[in-house]
Nanobody, 118 residues
Framework: QVQLVESGGGLVQPGGSLRLSCAGS????????MSWYRQAPGKERELVAR????????SYAESVKGRFTISRDNAKNTVYLQMNMLKPEDTAVYYC???????????WGQGTQVTVSS
């Protein structure tokens, strides 16, 4: 049974920081490209950050560049999203996603709420 379990969300003031974690099980984690997506109320789900299998390459949405950092620890089957200088517009449910192409598989976590508000 494949599971991606996010944690670390919560309420934070503007300018604050949070670190999200996503622990994977039931998959060979190191073979999966891992991503973080988010979905704000009334908006479509959007890609926030992505990291390749060994962590050698990362990419970010323009809106979070310079503030968020994605990383992974394959020994712990975990991917992280360090979020700094948070803004109210970062408020959303954040989802972990794991993907592999051969065979084609995509898995999602259940999401964790991040609220940025004073």
């Amino acid at each position: 049974q494949v599971q991606l379990v996010e944690s670390g969300g919560g309420l934070v003031q503007p300018g604050g920081s949070l670190r999200l974690s996503c622990a994977g099980s039931g998959i060979t984690f190191s073979n999966y490209v891992m991503s973080w997506y988010r979905q704000a109320p009334g908006k479509e789900r959007e890609l926030v950050a992505r990291i390749t299998t060994a962590g050698g390459s990362t990419s970010y949405a323009e809106s979070v560049k310079g503030r968020f950092t994605i990383s992974r620890d394959n020994a712990k089957n975990t991917v992280y999203l360090q979020m700094n200088m948070l803004k109210p517009e970062d408020t959303a449910v954040y989802y972990c996603n794991g993907g592999i192409n051969y065979p084609y598989r995509r898995y999602w976590g259940q999401g964790t709420q991040v609220t940025v508000s004073s």
